[in-house]
């Protein structure tokens, strides 16, 4: 699944301010990954692997985890957005949604 437009899976999430998209039966067991490439072209990321953490934000919400991106980065103006729930995902963390992403 892409996050930012369409893929061959069928999912398309919004990017930074223009809402939250609900994404269920995603699970880390399952082979699933995401392709973040799309949603961090909206950013100001400039690529470098350590400051990835700038710009995505992964928080639980119950079982659920929530993907939030901060388009300028942690040190910038503005705030972060919320652009996906993957509902029932069980615990996880930006290093876990890294181990299943495309950057």
Do not use: K
């Not at 437009?5 to 398309?12: E, F, P, V």
Request: glycine content about 18%; charged content about 15%.
């Amino acid at each position: 699944m892409e996050l930012g437009r369409r893929s061959a899976d069928g999912g398309c999430l919004p990017g930074a301010g223009q809402g939250n998209d609900d994404v269920s039966g995603w699970t880390l067991q399952n082979g699933d990954s995401f392709d973040l490439r799309p949603l961090l072209s909206q950013t100001g990321w400039n690529g470098d692997p350590a400051s990835i953490g700038d710009f995505v934000q992964v928080a639980m919400a119950g079982d659920s985890g929530v993907i939030s991106v901060d388009p300028s980065g942690a040190s910038g103006p503005g705030g972060s957005y919320a652009v996906a729930t993957l509902e029932a995902s069980g615990a996880m963390d930006l290093s876990t949604l890294l181990a299943h992403a495309i950057t």
